[in-house]
């Protein structure tokens, strides 16, 4: 059973988030925020990050960056109310990027189609690297 850590720190998300998961047979933990991170990543080594972009103790396109860094080959899907962010070059470090809904049909897709690539390496969702480098140049 693939496990997801969900990293959030809206408690409503987390659950909801939570609840589908398991329900679709995931095995979820869920993070309070970016702030320890990496280190619950280091100790519970879950197949899959879901990150949240704006938290209050961190930035999650920041915090990308160092998961980057030290866990190059774990897939992230970015998760954010806010669908302009996906054009933050940042972003295009993220295998996927999601606009949080209390429909998670795409955010489920997601997580297929990233466990399914499997880690192969760091390979960003190619969309999202065109349409983030393409902002840059304007």
Not at 6 to 29: K, M, P, Q
Not at 94 to 99: E, Q, Y
Request: negative net charge.
């Amino acid at each position: 059973m693939p496990k997801i850590l969900v990293a959030d720190d809206d408690e409503n998300i987390r659950l909801l988030y939570a609840w589908e998961l398991n329900e679709a047979g995931y095995d979820v933990v869920t993070a309070k925020g970016g702030r320890n991170l990496l280190k619950m990543i280091k100790e519970k080594r879950p197949d899959l990050v879901v990150l949240a972009i704006k938290m209050t103790d961190c930035n999650g396109l920041d915090l990308l960056q160092e998961i980057r860094d030290q866990f190059c080959n774990l897939p992230v899907i970015l998760s954010t109310v806010c669908d302009h962010l996906r054009y933050d070059i940042r972003s295009a470090a993220a295998n996927f990027f999601v606009v949080k809904s209390c429909d998670l049909t795409e955010l489920k897709g997601k997580i297929a189609l990233a466990l399914e690539a499997g880690h192969a390496g760091c390979r960003p969702d190619s969309e999202g690297m065109a349409r983030a480098l393409s902002n840059a140049h304007r």
